[in-house]
Protein backbone atom coordinates (compact mmCIF):
# COMPACT_ATOMS: atom_id res chain seq x y z
CA UNK A 1 0.00 0.00 0.00
CA UNK A 2 1.31 3.43 -1.02
CA UNK A 3 0.51 7.12 -1.36
CA UNK A 4 1.71 8.89 -4.61
CA UNK A 5 1.22 12.30 -6.27
CA UNK A 6 -0.46 12.05 -9.44
CA UNK A 7 0.54 11.67 -12.91
CA UNK A 8 -0.76 13.01 -15.72
CA UNK A 9 -1.26 9.11 -16.43
CA UNK A 10 -3.53 8.68 -13.33
CA UNK A 11 -6.49 11.33 -13.96
CA UNK A 12 -8.49 9.65 -16.20
CA UNK A 13 -8.57 6.48 -13.67
CA UNK A 14 -9.08 9.17 -11.03
CA UNK A 15 -11.76 10.85 -12.57
CA UNK A 16 -13.64 7.89 -13.12
CA UNK A 17 -12.68 6.87 -9.03
CA UNK A 18 -14.04 10.21 -8.23
CA UNK A 19 -17.57 10.49 -9.94
CA UNK A 20 -18.89 7.52 -8.37
CA UNK A 21 -18.32 9.13 -5.41
CA UNK A 22 -18.64 12.88 -6.03
CA UNK A 23 -21.77 13.48 -3.98
CA UNK A 24 -19.35 13.11 -1.04
CA UNK A 25 -16.15 15.26 -2.26
CA UNK A 26 -17.61 18.24 -4.10
CA UNK A 27 -14.94 20.28 -2.75
CA UNK A 28 -12.42 17.73 -4.26
CA UNK A 29 -13.91 17.11 -7.62
CA UNK A 30 -14.34 21.11 -8.46
CA UNK A 31 -10.77 21.19 -7.63
CA UNK A 32 -10.29 17.94 -10.62
CA UNK A 33 -12.30 19.43 -12.78
CA UNK A 34 -10.59 23.03 -12.92
CA UNK A 35 -6.58 21.61 -12.33
CA UNK A 36 -4.23 18.28 -11.58
CA UNK A 37 -2.28 20.03 -9.06
CA UNK A 38 -1.85 18.95 -5.22
CA UNK A 39 -3.69 15.23 -5.58
CA UNK A 40 -2.41 12.29 -4.56
CA UNK A 41 -3.77 8.72 -4.17
CA UNK A 42 -4.16 5.96 -1.66
CA UNK A 43 -3.45 2.18 -3.68
CA UNK A 44 -3.47 -1.04 -2.54
CA UNK A 45 -0.96 -1.94 -5.51
CA UNK A 46 2.09 -0.82 -6.36
CA UNK A 47 0.99 0.75 -10.12
CA UNK A 48 -2.86 1.92 -10.88
CA UNK A 49 -3.51 0.17 -13.78
CA UNK A 50 -7.63 0.06 -13.12
CA UNK A 51 -10.24 2.60 -10.92
CA UNK A 52 -10.53 -0.69 -8.15
CA UNK A 53 -6.57 -0.32 -7.09
CA UNK A 54 -7.50 3.07 -5.72
CA UNK A 55 -8.35 3.22 -2.17
CA UNK A 56 -8.69 7.23 -1.89
CA UNK A 57 -8.00 10.61 -3.69
CA UNK A 58 -6.47 13.75 -1.29
CA UNK A 59 -5.85 16.93 -2.42
CA UNK A 60 -3.91 18.74 -0.08
CA UNK A 61 -2.01 21.92 0.27
CA UNK A 62 -3.51 23.95 3.56
CA UNK A 63 -6.25 22.35 2.89
CA UNK A 64 -7.19 18.72 3.30
CA UNK A 65 -10.15 17.32 0.96
CA UNK A 66 -10.75 13.57 0.06
CA UNK A 67 -12.31 11.31 -2.08
CA UNK A 68 -12.15 7.97 0.70
CA UNK A 69 -15.40 5.70 0.14
CA UNK A 70 -14.10 3.43 2.46
CA UNK A 71 -15.85 5.17 5.09
CA UNK A 72 -19.40 5.43 3.29
CA UNK A 73 -22.17 3.28 2.37
CA UNK A 74 -21.95 2.69 -1.14
CA UNK A 75 -25.16 0.52 -1.35
CA UNK A 76 -26.05 2.64 -3.93
CA UNK A 77 -22.72 4.18 -5.95
CA UNK A 78 -25.52 6.30 -8.43
CA UNK A 79 -27.58 8.41 -6.43
CA UNK A 80 -29.43 10.15 -9.23
CA UNK A 81 -31.13 6.53 -9.72
CA UNK A 82 -32.15 5.90 -6.61
CA UNK A 83 -35.67 5.76 -4.89
CA UNK A 84 -36.37 9.03 -2.77
CA UNK A 85 -36.56 6.48 0.24
CA UNK A 86 -33.28 5.34 -0.15
CA UNK A 87 -31.56 8.78 -0.69
CA UNK A 88 -32.65 9.62 2.27
CA UNK A 89 -30.64 7.73 4.53
CA UNK A 90 -27.84 8.90 6.29
CA UNK A 91 -24.42 7.01 5.30
CA UNK A 92 -22.44 4.93 7.66
CA UNK A 93 -18.84 4.43 7.97
CA UNK A 94 -17.56 1.06 7.34
CA UNK A 95 -14.36 1.16 9.60
CA UNK A 96 -15.93 -2.36 11.00
CA UNK A 97 -15.55 -3.97 7.27
CA UNK A 98 -11.50 -2.25 7.28
CA UNK A 99 -10.84 -3.59 10.55
CA UNK A 100 -12.12 -7.24 9.60
CA UNK A 101 -10.06 -7.04 6.02
CA UNK A 102 -6.81 -5.56 8.24
CA UNK A 103 -6.54 -2.17 6.27
CA UNK A 104 -7.09 0.44 9.25
CA UNK A 105 -3.72 0.15 10.36
CA UNK A 106 -1.70 0.08 7.04
CA UNK A 107 -3.79 2.54 5.83
CA UNK A 108 -3.11 4.92 9.19
CA UNK A 109 0.54 4.16 8.48
CA UNK A 110 0.63 5.20 5.27
CA UNK A 111 -1.25 8.14 5.88
CA UNK A 112 0.63 9.63 9.16
CA UNK A 113 3.50 8.96 7.15
CA UNK A 114 1.96 11.14 4.28
CA UNK A 115 0.56 13.81 6.79
CA UNK A 116 3.63 14.25 9.76
CA UNK A 117 5.54 16.84 7.92
CA UNK A 118 2.47 18.97 6.62
CA UNK A 119 0.97 21.78 7.83
CA UNK A 120 -2.84 21.42 7.46
CA UNK A 121 -5.23 23.90 8.38
CA UNK A 122 -8.37 23.02 7.17
CA UNK A 123 -9.72 19.25 6.91
CA UNK A 124 -13.72 18.97 5.31
CA UNK A 125 -15.36 16.86 3.62
CA UNK A 126 -18.01 13.15 4.46
CA UNK A 127 -18.54 13.05 8.40
CA UNK A 128 -16.16 9.06 8.32
CA UNK A 129 -13.29 10.57 6.61
CA UNK A 130 -13.06 13.41 8.33
CA UNK A 131 -13.06 11.49 11.88
CA UNK A 132 -10.41 9.31 10.54
CA UNK A 133 -8.38 11.58 8.94
CA UNK A 134 -8.16 14.30 11.68
CA UNK A 135 -7.23 11.27 14.38
CA UNK A 136 -4.00 11.04 12.10
CA UNK A 137 -3.71 14.32 12.23
CA UNK A 138 -3.66 15.19 15.89
CA UNK A 139 -1.47 11.85 15.95
CA UNK A 140 1.09 14.19 14.22
CA UNK A 141 1.13 16.79 16.38
CA UNK A 142 -1.67 18.84 14.78
CA UNK A 143 -4.69 20.33 17.66
CA UNK A 144 -7.88 20.62 16.56
CA UNK A 145 -8.99 23.76 17.36
CA UNK A 146 -12.75 23.94 16.15
CA UNK A 147 -15.29 21.61 14.45
CA UNK A 148 -18.70 22.06 12.21
CA UNK A 149 -20.87 19.56 11.92
CA UNK A 150 -23.89 19.12 9.17
CA UNK A 151 -26.15 17.10 7.02
CA UNK A 152 -25.57 16.76 3.64
CA UNK A 153 -28.57 17.10 1.37
CA UNK A 154 -29.50 17.20 -2.60
CA UNK A 155 -32.37 18.07 -4.98
CA UNK A 156 -33.53 15.31 -7.35
CA UNK A 157 -36.63 16.49 -8.30
CA UNK A 158 -38.12 19.73 -9.46
CA UNK A 159 -37.34 22.73 -6.80
CA UNK A 160 -41.09 23.85 -5.23
CA UNK A 161 -41.40 27.49 -5.88
CA UNK A 162 -42.04 29.80 -2.76
CA UNK A 163 -45.38 30.80 -1.55
CA UNK A 164 -44.54 34.36 -1.02
CA UNK A 165 -44.77 36.29 -3.91
CA UNK A 166 -42.08 39.28 -4.34
CA UNK A 167 -43.80 42.79 -3.72
CA UNK A 168 -42.64 45.11 -6.84
CA UNK A 169 -39.96 46.63 -5.70
CA UNK A 170 -37.78 43.43 -4.87
CA UNK A 171 -35.63 42.11 -8.27
CA UNK A 172 -33.47 39.11 -8.08
CA UNK A 173 -30.57 39.57 -10.31
CA UNK A 174 -27.28 37.72 -11.33
CA UNK A 175 -24.46 39.22 -10.03
CA UNK A 176 -20.83 39.98 -12.01
CA UNK A 177 -17.35 40.92 -11.08
CA UNK A 178 -18.94 44.43 -11.44
CA UNK A 179 -21.15 43.74 -8.51
CA UNK A 180 -17.96 43.35 -5.79
CA UNK A 181 -18.62 46.73 -3.93
CA UNK A 182 -22.29 46.08 -4.31
CA UNK A 183 -22.03 43.00 -2.72
CA UNK A 184 -19.49 43.57 -0.35
CA UNK A 185 -21.18 44.06 3.37
CA UNK A 186 -23.95 41.12 2.52
CA UNK A 187 -20.59 39.21 1.71
CA UNK A 188 -18.86 40.15 4.86
CA UNK A 189 -21.87 39.67 7.40
CA UNK A 190 -22.59 36.12 5.85
CA UNK A 191 -18.81 35.55 6.45
CA UNK A 192 -19.00 36.81 10.17
CA UNK A 193 -21.76 35.06 10.96
CA UNK A 194 -21.85 31.71 9.26
CA UNK A 195 -17.90 30.79 8.68
CA UNK A 196 -16.13 32.84 10.95
CA UNK A 197 -14.47 30.70 13.96
CA UNK A 198 -15.69 31.84 17.50
CA UNK A 199 -13.77 34.95 18.66
CA UNK A 200 -12.53 35.74 14.87
CA UNK A 201 -13.15 39.04 13.53
CA UNK A 202 -13.94 39.04 9.11
CA UNK A 203 -12.11 42.13 8.19
CA UNK A 204 -13.40 44.04 4.94
CA UNK A 205 -9.82 43.16 2.97
CA UNK A 206 -10.80 39.20 3.44
CA UNK A 207 -14.29 39.42 2.13
CA UNK A 208 -13.59 41.36 -0.80
CA UNK A 209 -11.21 38.78 -1.40
CA UNK A 210 -13.77 35.89 -0.96
CA UNK A 211 -16.10 37.65 -3.05
CA UNK A 212 -14.18 38.49 -5.76
CA UNK A 213 -13.06 34.77 -6.25
CA UNK A 214 -16.91 33.91 -6.09
CA UNK A 215 -17.80 36.23 -8.46
CA UNK A 216 -15.36 35.36 -11.42
CA UNK A 217 -16.30 31.48 -10.59
CA UNK A 218 -19.59 30.70 -9.39
CA UNK A 219 -22.90 31.31 -10.19
CA UNK A 220 -23.90 34.29 -7.89
CA UNK A 221 -27.96 35.94 -7.45
CA UNK A 222 -28.79 38.60 -5.31
CA UNK A 223 -32.11 40.09 -4.11
CA UNK A 224 -32.38 43.54 -4.40
CA UNK A 225 -34.97 46.09 -2.36
CA UNK A 226 -35.52 49.55 -3.58
CA UNK A 227 -31.76 49.23 -5.06
CA UNK A 228 -30.41 47.62 -2.31
CA UNK A 229 -29.26 44.19 -1.90
CA UNK A 230 -30.33 42.43 1.02
CA UNK A 231 -29.95 38.24 -0.03
CA UNK A 232 -27.34 36.46 -1.67
CA UNK A 233 -27.37 32.84 -2.64
CA UNK A 234 -24.55 31.08 -4.87
CA UNK A 235 -22.89 27.91 -6.35
CA UNK A 236 -19.54 26.77 -3.90
CA UNK A 237 -18.46 23.85 -5.98
CA UNK A 238 -19.30 22.73 -9.30
CA UNK A 239 -18.23 19.35 -9.89
CA UNK A 240 -19.04 16.88 -13.48
CA UNK A 241 -22.35 15.96 -12.10
CA UNK A 242 -23.34 17.54 -8.93
CA UNK A 243 -23.16 21.24 -7.84
CA UNK A 244 -23.04 22.25 -4.79
CA UNK A 245 -24.92 25.86 -3.63
CA UNK A 246 -23.51 28.05 -0.37
CA UNK A 247 -23.29 31.21 0.68
CA UNK A 248 -27.00 31.80 1.56
CA UNK A 249 -27.31 34.93 3.43
CA UNK A 250 -30.56 37.57 4.13
CA UNK A 251 -29.92 40.89 6.72
CA UNK A 252 -31.47 40.36 9.82
CA UNK A 253 -34.08 42.99 9.04
CA UNK A 254 -35.72 41.05 6.06
CA UNK A 255 -35.74 37.57 6.42
CA UNK A 256 -38.83 35.64 6.54
CA UNK A 257 -40.28 36.83 3.57
CA UNK A 258 -38.96 33.51 1.22
CA UNK A 259 -36.09 35.58 0.22
CA UNK A 260 -33.51 32.74 0.47
CA UNK A 261 -36.19 29.96 -0.57
CA UNK A 262 -36.62 32.89 -4.40
CA UNK A 263 -32.73 32.36 -4.61
CA UNK A 264 -32.26 28.61 -4.19
CA UNK A 265 -35.10 27.91 -6.62
CA UNK A 266 -33.28 30.09 -9.28
CA UNK A 267 -30.49 28.13 -8.56
CA UNK A 268 -31.59 24.86 -8.17
CA UNK A 269 -33.40 25.58 -11.86
CA UNK A 270 -30.33 26.62 -13.48
CA UNK A 271 -28.23 23.84 -12.23
CA UNK A 272 -30.64 21.86 -13.03
CA UNK A 273 -31.03 23.03 -16.83
CA UNK A 274 -27.19 22.01 -17.28
CA UNK A 275 -28.37 18.19 -15.96
CA UNK A 276 -26.50 18.59 -13.06
CA UNK A 277 -27.74 17.34 -8.97
CA UNK A 278 -27.92 20.42 -6.70
CA UNK A 279 -26.78 19.73 -3.11
CA UNK A 280 -25.61 21.72 -0.07
CA UNK A 281 -24.81 21.40 3.31
CA UNK A 282 -25.98 22.61 6.43
CA UNK A 283 -25.67 23.12 9.66
CA UNK A 284 -26.91 20.58 12.19
CA UNK A 285 -27.89 23.51 14.65
CA UNK A 286 -29.67 25.74 12.02
CA UNK A 287 -33.18 24.20 11.85
CA UNK A 288 -34.91 26.53 10.16
CA UNK A 289 -32.98 25.94 7.06
CA UNK A 290 -33.43 22.56 7.46
CA UNK A 291 -36.86 23.15 7.32
CA UNK A 292 -36.61 25.27 4.17
CA UNK A 293 -34.48 23.35 2.37
CA UNK A 294 -36.54 20.43 2.93
CA UNK A 295 -39.51 22.45 1.93
CA UNK A 296 -37.82 23.32 -1.51
CA UNK A 297 -37.22 19.51 -1.81
CA UNK A 298 -34.20 18.78 -0.58
CA UNK A 299 -33.14 14.97 1.27
CA UNK A 300 -30.57 14.21 3.76
CA UNK A 301 -28.16 11.89 2.09
CA UNK A 302 -24.91 12.24 4.27
CA UNK A 303 -23.06 13.40 6.64
CA UNK A 304 -20.41 16.54 6.85
CA UNK A 305 -17.69 18.18 8.65
CA UNK A 306 -15.50 21.01 8.79
CA UNK A 307 -13.04 21.10 11.12
CA UNK A 308 -10.14 23.49 11.82
CA UNK A 309 -6.12 23.08 12.88
Known amino acids: MKIFPAQENDFELIQEFVLENERFCLDLSSRLKKGR????????KENCICKDDILAVFFVDKNLFFCFPLFYDDASPDWSNCEASDRNEV???????????????EIRSVLKSFLIERKIAFLSGEKGGCEFLAEILRECGQSEIHRNFYNLMALQNKPQKCD????????IRRCTILDDEVLLDLQKNYLQEEVALPAQKIGEKDAAIFLRDILQNQL???LFCDDEPVAKANTRAIGFNWIQIGGIYTLPLFRKNGFAHH?????????????K?????????NLAAQNLYKKIGFKNYGEFENIYF
Open 277 to 285: IPSLFVNKK
Open 91 to 105: RTPKVTELRKAGLED
Open 220 to 222: VFA
Open 37 to 44: KNFFVLTH
Open 164 to 171: DELCPDDE
Open 263 to 275: LIYILCERIQRAN
